[in-house]
């Protein structure tokens, strides 16, 4: 890989990584929210798209550190 | 009005995208940055930011709005309206675009046919999008003014406060990687509000039977093909012609907002597959838009503005939390949608005008700066016109007339610029003035032409048709381009199969 290639790649994933953080707190927080909720049906609501946001964004994270991690390698 | 914990999310939700699109400041370091995002972007990213871009507030609130009044015909502007444009879009005028690196749409017409072409058609996508952008502050405004009962002019404002910090400091990468996450927040809101909607109602059956007997003017309401004397404004003649035909692929090919996107990607097979992957995921989009203003016909008969079925819809329906959400997936549109016009404008300005005619030969650091400040002109401008879209009875009406003046002319002179060779400059200038002046003449006297109530549809077809027709009789009679400088511009086969990387 030329190093143009890795940096592009790092800062990709960087890209990534801060979307991923936002994704997972936005998740955590409607978790949260199942609390305030009255009805069963609210509770799942509320259940299946705070572990949706916290799964897709704890994705994101994990597979963005990774690739960082190797492209750094990689440099080095 | 919302919870306490919905307060929280919706204000959690704003904060982080202003941090968001701060942080990628960082990467503006050139004009190229901040209007291409340096040409490295993946297609999945640029195919989110299409769809969330286009769809915005608009769809959430005009299309629920169209649903409530007339059906489920509106959805055809997800459907027929968008998939085939765009995919004509990917395999046939993106390499161009891509491969000429090109920053504008006006830009290719200005290297096909000549400057003034460029000029107007760029001078026209401006005025239209300062335009827009006030109708997207006041259907932000509508919905901040139901749901959290904040005036309408500190809705407008602190919306605009948001959008315009982030988009001024982190250009189309802000734009397009806050579109990513507006994305998955508004399809996981939009599909919560549908399922609890549905369960709402007793199910789709129940919403059918329900609707089918409240009276003769929901006869039609699950009639996605209308017909030709219909009063709603999507007869078939309309959506064939004007929509499918003309209209979407306009849009799709001919929209700044949506080709910069694809011009961003970080090579040409990226470039296409933004467009392609863009297009599958639209087609889930009338699900997430319709349905609920179809339910709202259940849920709250009655309602004076059609507009209010969505805002209505997510007050009574969904969960504290979710009520956050969905308004959060809302503001995310309409932030989305906001963001790329000012992008966009800003490119269209200091590319087209400012830099042809203002000043040449400036180094890329004056460049950016004009781009940035031009968003923040903008921001003005929109905040000042926004009043105007209360005039219109639908908010995605009003959009659509404003957009039938140009669309249908645009649309002629770039398809002919491409498939044809004998299109002459002076072919393209005169199709783009006459097209524009016939579709305002029409627009202005339409109860004489049309019977529909909004014949936005058919004034593109026929404005479209005109153009095409005086482009191809002035072509004939003027002197044509030379293959030289045709190279690069005009169709060949070869572009379906190659890909280049720069």
New interface residues.
């Given amino acids: 890989m030329k190093p143009n290639e890795i940096d592009?790649g790092i800062?990709?994933a960087q890209?990534n990584n801060?979307?991923g953080v936002?994704?997972f707190?936005?998740g955590v927080?409607?978790l949260?929210?199942?609390i305030?909720?009255?009805?069963f049906?609210?509770?799942m609501?509320?259940m299946?798209?705070?572990l949706?946001?916290i799964a897709?964004g704890g994705g994101m994270i994990w597979r963005s550190r990774n690739i960082i991690k190797k492209l750094k390698a990689n440099k080095e | 009005m919302l919870a306490g914990i919905d307060y929280f999310i919706v204000i959690a939700y704003i904060i982080g995208m202003l941090l968001l699109g701060l942080y990628f400041k960082k990467y503006v370091n050139s004009s190229e940055d901040y209007f291409l995002g340096g040409k490295s972007l993946p297609f999945w990213a640029i195919g989110m930011s299409i769809v969330v871009s286009d769809i915005g507030a608009l769809d959430f609130v005009g299309v629920s709005g169209q649903a409530y009044r007339y059906g489920v015909s509106v959805g055809n502007f997800d459907w027929v309206g968008s998939v085939p444009a765009m995919l004509l879009a990917a395999f046939i005028f993106i390499p161009y675009f891509w491969r000429g690196g090109m920053y504008t749409i006006p830009e290719y017409l200005g290297r096909r046919y000549n400057q003034k072409v460029r000029t107007i058609a760029s001078v026209t996508w401006i005025l239209f999008f300062a335009l827009d952008l006030g109708v997207l502050f006041w259907a932000s405004a509508v919905l901040l003014n139901v749901l959290m009962g904040w005036p309408i002019w500190i809705s407008i404002i602190s919306t605009a406060g948001v959008v315009g910090l982030y988009t001024y400091f982190g250009g189309i990468t802000a734009v397009i990687m806050t579109d990513v996450v507006q994305f998955i927040i508004m399809f996981i809101g939009g599909f919560a509000l549908v399922f609890l909607s549905l369960y709402e109602v007793g199910g789709w059956d129940n919403m059918v039977e329900k609707i089918s007997t409240m009276g003769p003017e929901y006869r039609n309401h699950f009639d996605i093909i209308q017909p030709q004397d219909t009063k709603s404004p999507f007869p078939w003649t309309g959506i064939l012609f004007g929509l499918t035909f003309v209209m979407a692929n306009a849009y799709m090919i001919g929209n700044q907002s949506i080709v910069q996107r694809c011009l961003t990607a970080k090579n040409e097979w990226h470039a296409k597959a933004s467009m392609i992957f863009g297009s599958a995921l639209k087609m889930f989009i009338p699900i997430l838009v319709l349905f609920p203003g179809l339910m709202a016909v259940v849920v709250h008969p009655g309602l004076l503005d059609g507009d209010q079925a969505l805002p209505m819809m997510i007050k009574s329906i969904l969960p504290p939390g979710l009520v956050g959400l969905m308004f959060a997936a809302f503001f995310a549109g309409l932030m989305s949608s906001v963001d790329s016009l000012l992008n966009s404008t800003a490119t269209l300005f200091t590319k087209d005008i400012y830099e042809p005619f203002i000043k040449k030969g400036a180094d890329d650091k004056h460049y950016l700066k004009v781009g940035q400040i031009t968003t923040l002109v903008l921001l003005v401008v929109g905040v000042a016109t926004s009043p105007i879209s209360s005039d219109f009875p639908g908010i995605y009406v009003a959009i659509q007339t404003f957009m039938s003046y140009f669309q249908g002319p645009i649309f002629a002179i770039l398809l002919l610029g491409i498939f044809w060779r004998r299109t002459t400059e002076w072919g393209g200038l005169s199709a783009l003035v006459i097209g524009i002046g016939f579709a305002i003449y029409l627009n202005v006297f339409k109860e004489q032409f049309f019977t529909i109530e909004d014949p936005f549809l058919y004034i593109s077809w026929w404005s479209f048709l005109l153009s095409f027709i005086i482009n191809m009789t002035v072509s004939l009679l003027t002197k044509k381009h030379s293959d030289e400088q045709l190279q690069g511009l005009v169709f060949s086969s070869k572009i379906l199969v190659k890909n280049k990387t720069v």
């Avoid at chain 1, 305030?36 to 009805?39: G, I, L, R």
């Fill in positions: 592009a800062k990709s890209i801060a979307l936002f994704i707190i936005f927080i409607v949260f929210a199942m305030f909720t009255d009805t049906i609210q509770h609501t509320d299946v798209a705070g949706l946001l897709i």
